[in-house]
Nanobody, 124 residues
């Protein structure tokens, strides 16, 4: 079992930036594919970004491409989501997820472990 703990959420004004962190409990963290999802009130959880365990390949949803950047620090067992040019549509609970399989994945069902989420609120 792997534990994921997100942090870094909060209240930010439109156009501002935040960096989310996700700390993993397993030393084999580097073998897991990682992703960020988000869920806004009244909406389904949606994919935001994925990072492969090998090679550093990334994939982003069109809604955040060019504004968000996902990265990982394997020695620290941590992944990050740098979010720039935030707007009200980015308001949501953000979740970190991990999967055992190789390659990039964008659907909820492909991920094995989830964090508890961190709230991001963008005010105008």
């Amino acid at each position: 079992q792997m534990q994921l703990v997100e942090s870094g959420g909060g209240l930010v004004q439109t156009g501002g930036s935040l960096r989310l962190s996700c700390a993993a409990s397993r030393r084999t963290f580097g073998t897991y594919g990682m992703a960020w999802f988000r869920q806004a009130p009244g909406k389904e959880r949606e994919f935001i970004a994925a990072l492969a365990q090998i090679g550093g390949r990334t994939y982003y949803a069109d809604s955040v491409k060019g504004r968000f950047t996902m990265s990982r620090d394997n020695p620290k067992n941590t992944v990050y989501l740098q979010m720039n040019s935030l707007n009200s549509e980015d308001t949501a609970v953000y979740y970190c997820a991990a999967r055992v399989g190789t390659g990039l994945a964008t659907s909820n069902g492909e991920y094995d472990y989830w964090g508890q989420g961190t709230q991001v609120t963008v005010s105008s």
